[in-house]
């Protein structure tokens, strides 16, 4: 019984003396909320100011905080025996704490009969400085916005894959599991420079699964290994940051050809030369057409030309220098992009001139 009135005495002196303002430590957050059931990780940033030494002059030096400590009005949960020193200059310090809150801790606080207890760390000096961090039980959807994993893989599922070089629409993706509801703020990175930011409100503490983003591609025009990641800026600084590889070989990708679908003339009907009109269809990612002739299907062609249209008209002097009257020809149109790679083509046609 006298070990729990001191408990709660010592814990009413230190709450008091916060509250007055005469720790010279402030840490932020100074509340925040914990789902039930599961551990929770949170960054604390604390900040030292009037830190004075035994004859009252401003320190300089190092303050230690040997343990942090979880507890309730009446009672000890646990501890965080991670040790934490701090550089003070002139009195002045700040310092960061990557904090997980175990499980156990949270049902021992609630076996106990409350949803509320404190974080607390003493450092180590003339004055003692003590920084509090009152904790919230709460259901997981409420609790504080915490990223708990992400993972990241490829199309294949894996962490590396291998493409040739222009590869087109390499993706990858990010599974991110976390609680509560909170702005993700983020960005995807490949070899260090950023491709992609993501500004995104995340609710209701599940998972989510973010795409790299489908403009600019992945960069794939530069053979060798590249890594890329997913780096969050809003989260716990102790938060690991997975890396994929994906490796670019000096071999160029041939992208699979679409057929273009010739729609005049018919495959070995008989044309007029003043309607030679030859019309195909088209397809995304077909910018320049190619089309050309020929005597047989086996030889060099006789005439070719290049349109950006879905049709073209034979001029009446090709005609006149080049195709005779009552012979069979062939033809076919190639497609291409803006990259000059071939992207589709026609099957070959026939056809003969009245």
């Not at 021992?108 to 607390?120: C, D, E, I, P």
């Not at 989510?208 to 489908?214: H, K, R």
């Not at 088209?282 to 030309?305: C, H, M, N, R, T």
């Amino acid at each position: 019984m006298r070990k729990k009135a001191t408990i709660t005495l010592l814990f009413c002196l230190i709450i008091f003396s916060y509250s007055l303002g005469l720790a010279a430590v402030n840490v932020t957050p100074s509340s925040i909320s914990v789902a039930q059931g599961q551990a929770g990780t949170i960054t604390l940033q604390y900040q030292f100011t009037n830190v004075l030494d035994l004859v009252g002059s401003p320190f300089t030096g190092v303050i230690t905080s040997t343990n942090g400590t979880f507890l309730t009005t009446d009672a000890v949960l646990g501890t965080n025996p991670v040790p934490m020193p701090v550089n003070i200059t002139g009195g002045r310090g700040m310092a960061s704490e990557v904090l997980v809150v175990p499980v156990g801790v949270i049902e021992r606080a609630l076996r106990s009969g409350t949803k509320n207890f404190w974080y607390r760390r003493i450092f180590a000096s003339a004055a003692g400085e003590t920084a509090i961090v009152q904790m919230n039980i709460t259901s997981e959807s409420a609790a504080s916005f915490n990223i708990k994993r992400i993972e990241l893989y490829f199309d294949n599922r894996r962490a590396e894959v291998t493409v040739p070089k222009y590869f087109p629409k390499l993706k990858a993706y990010a599974d991110i599991r976390y609680t509560g509801s909170g702005l993700l703020e983020g960005y995807w990175e490949v070899d260090g420079r950023i491709i992609s930011r993501v500004h995104q409100m995340l609710t209701f503490g599940a998972m989510i699964t973010l795409p790299t983003p489908d403009v600019p591609d992945l960069p794939t025009f530069a053979p060798g290994t590249h890594i890329l990641r997913f780096v969050t800026t809003n989260q716990a600084a102790g938060l690991p940051t997975p890396a994929l590889i994906y490796f670019v070989t000096t071999e160029e990708y041939m992208a699979k050809k679409m057929e273009l679908v010739v729609k005049a003339p018919q495959d070995g009907s008989a044309i007029e030369r003043s309607a030679a009109l030859f019309q195909w269809g088209s397809f995304k990612g077909a910018s320049l057409f190619l089309i050309q002739y020929y005597e047989d299907v086996e030889s060099k062609p006789v005439f070719s030309a290049y349109t950006k249209k879905t049709s073209y008209v034979l001029p009446k002097q090709v005609f006149t220098n080049i195709f005779s009257s009552g012979k069979k020809y062939y033809w076919k149109v190639t497609g291409y992009n803006e990259k000059d790679n071939i992207t589709g083509e026609s099957a070959v046609k026939s056809f003969m001139i009245k």
